[in-house]
Structure formats: C-alpha cells, structure tokens
C-alpha cells in the first residue's frame, strides 16, 4: 500500500479501508514515523480476532527500550483477522509498515471514525511539528 | 499551573508498602496525569524485598534467579527486566506528553538520570550513564538472550558506578502521559548478592530520605518545576486499592505471562 493513500489517527495508526463481500473492512497498522520514533521494538502483544473494538480504545501493545506503549484502535468494529507472525517478526514493521507490518484487519461497524482521521499530508504536518 | 514558568508538581515520599501497593499508586498516578493531573515525583521503598517482573517477561523464567525465589512477585506495567527490590530507593515520575511517539518521551530518562546522578555527586558519589563509562557489558546468557535481571542489562541511560549498574529506569506511556519509574541500589540484598550497591562500591551509606531531597531538588531544576508536597490524595488512594485487587494482587496479572 501506498502511505499517501492511507488515513492517519493522531496515535500513529494507518488505516486502509476496503470493500470485502459487500463490508467495509479496515486494515490498520502502525505509520513508519511512529515504529522509527518507538525505535527498537522488543515485545509485541495482540489481540485475538472477535474482540471488539471501539475508536481510541487499546487493542494491543509494544515495547521499546524499556517503554511500554499501547496501540489504539483507529475504527470501531470487530476484529476479523490478526498479523499473528507480527510479534515473532517486528523487524517487518520497519521494513515494511504499510505491507507485510500491517497489523489488525477490523469489520467496520459504521463509517463514522473515519471523518476523524487524518490525510498522509496533515498527517505528515503531525510528524514535523513533533520530530 | 505555573509558578514564575515553572510548573507546579507534587512530591510524594511514602512510607514502605508491599509490591502491589507501590504498583498500583503508580498506575493511579499515571492515569490521574493523563488525564490532566499535575506532574507527580514519588519517592517510596518496599515492605519485604519483592521481585518486579518486567511486563512482557514470563513468570516462569524466574527460575533462572534462584537466590530471590523466597521473594514475594508482582508484575509490573512497565517494560525492561526483573529487579529484586530490597535496600532501594525507588522513585516514579509521571508527567504530561504531547505524544508517545514523540522525542520528547525518551528525554524524561536522561532527565532524571542527570538528577540522580546529580543527587550522588552531593553526597561524594560519582557515577556515569553507562554510554559515557569504560565499563564492559556483562555476559548474557548463552544464545545472546537478554539477562533476566534488570541489573544485569544495560541500557545507554544506566548509571554505573565502579563498573556496576546502581540505578535504572523503565516507562509506561499513555495517550498523554508517561510513567517512569527507576530503581537506586543503595546496598546488596541477600537475595540478589551478586548485585552491589552504593554502599558495596563507595563509602557511601546513604539514606533513604536524604537522597530522595536531592534528586528532587535536581528533578525540580531539570524539569522546570515546584514541587509542593502533598500526601496521595483520597482519590487517587481509593483507585490504587481498586487496582490492586483488579491488577496487581491478581494471578491473572501477576502470572499473565
């Protein structure tokens, strides 16, 4: 996927939304700014598929350098499928966030966090205020 | 709040409380921060030596420390490896972020280790971030694993004195705050004999007290703040006891790994 593209939750997550049997489903997964900011990624724990999820709620969790960080759900919906080769393999958020990294893929109960979320240029605007 | 630009904290000193006591009071804290609370330092110690797993860590791997298997356990929300804590002066710093992602996170590290190592200096001990000393990695274990023990890693911020690690720190962050809490060995604990501390590697004998006035005096010129010191409020009391029994008095916590 390309990162200009995608939509952008302040909290670093990456959304892509398709089409999938006639539901939305958003893939959602964590933009190369905030893996290189979090810098050394150790431990990765993820949700099971089923769990529902709500928009700024925590569905996982990293750490880095002794940092403990949570994930936040960008959508609301359930969580119908899980990267669960992610944590065995972080190295893959680094080297390709926005393919192999992705993280969750959630059913979209509605459209209604989308509006919230942010285009890659405001997004990229996010990231130089904050580098 | 601000005060002549500095911002306004509060200082706690508690008395010692077991392991899921002081583990909850920080997490009440951080949640109290992130959700608008002022900047809060709290300095306390333990009731009875306990082991703190780091939070991704497996319980069962405490098997690779047998001296500390009579220790009571909690686990912590923070990351990084287990410390056995005993003689210690352990202290916790939550304070508002902006962004866990952002740079400004991982200089809360540097700041209160240039306090602490500042707050040794005035008692005659001097001590180095580890990326600035000569002294070598310890061995890990075989297959290039992370040591089980805090003490026994090293992270470039660890302050190291006579080749030793004394003091270290590990975070938790939330949407709009970060929880940093650290260890300060002041002495060796029998149940972790292989682990000086300041009395073994100096003269020093330092007390609890006296320490925990100088690092915040230094947090205080680091951080731009005032401290006022103020016991834990009723509130934030009333939500540690909840955590305690929800979180970290609780198998499903304690043993989740």
Redesign the interface.
């Known amino acids: 996927m390309k990162p200009e593209e995608l939509l952008y939750a ?3 997550e990456w959304v892509h939304v398709a089409e999938e049997e006639g539901q939305k489903v958003a893939t959602v997964g964590i933009s190369a ?2 893996v290189e ?3 050394d990624l ?2 990765m ?1 993820l949700p099971e598929a089923g769990k529902k999820v709500s928009s700024g709620e925590e569905f996982g ?1 990293v ?8 994930l ?1 759900s960008p959508v609301d919906g359930e969580i119908v499928a899980v990267n669960s080769e992610l944590p065995d393999h972080l190295e893959r958020l680094g080297e390709d966030p926005y393919g192999s990294g992705w993280v969750i893929k959630v059913r979209l109960d509605d459209d209604a966090a989308l509006g919230k979320l942010m285009d890659h240029a405001a997004y990229q605007k996010q990231c130089a205020a ?2 | 709040m601000t005060q002549g630009g500095r911002i306004e904290g509060r200082l706690i000193v508690d008395s010692p409380a077991p392991g899921d006591w002081n583990m909850a009071v920080d997490q009440a804290l951080l949640e109290e921060v992130d959700g608008g609370g002022p900047a809060t330092l709290r300095f306390y110690a333990w009731d009875e030596p306990t082991l703190s797993l780091g939070y991704f860590q497996r319980a069962e791997a405490r098997s690779e420390h047998r001296e500390s298997g009579s220790a009571a356990l909690v686990r912590r929300a923070t990351g990084g490896g287990a410390i056995l804590h005993d003689v210690e002066l352990t202290y916790s710093l939550c304070v508002p972020i902006r962004d866990r992602a952002s740079a400004e996170v991982r200089t809360v590290y540097d700041s209160m280790h240039r306090s602490i190592t500042a707050a040794l200096a005035d008692f005659g001990v001097r001590v180095q971030r580890f990326a600035d000393s000569a002294a070598p990695l310890p061995e890990g274990p075989p297959g290039g694993a992370e040591p089980f023990l805090c003490f026994q890693r090293r992270t470039d911020e660890d302050l190291i004195l006579a080749g030793y690690k004394i003091a270290g720190s590990a975070q938790r962050r939330a949407a709009a705050a970060v929880l940093q809490h650290g260890s300060v060995l002041l002495s060796a604990s029998r149940l972790a004999p292989q682990l000086p501390g300041i009395r073994q590697l100096s003269s020093a004998n330092l007390a609890f007290d006296a320490l925990a006035s100088r690092i915040a005096h230094h947090a205080g010129q680091e951080l731009s703040a005032v401290w006022n010191a103020l016991p834990l409020s009723a509130r934030a009391r009333d939500r540690a006891a909840e955590i305690v029994a929800e979180r970290f008095a609780a198998d499903s916590w304690n043993l989740r790994r």
């Open positions: 302040e909290s670093h700014f905030a900011q979090l810098n150790v431990y724990d969790e750490e880095s350098v002794k940092a403990v960080s949570p936040y904050e580098g």
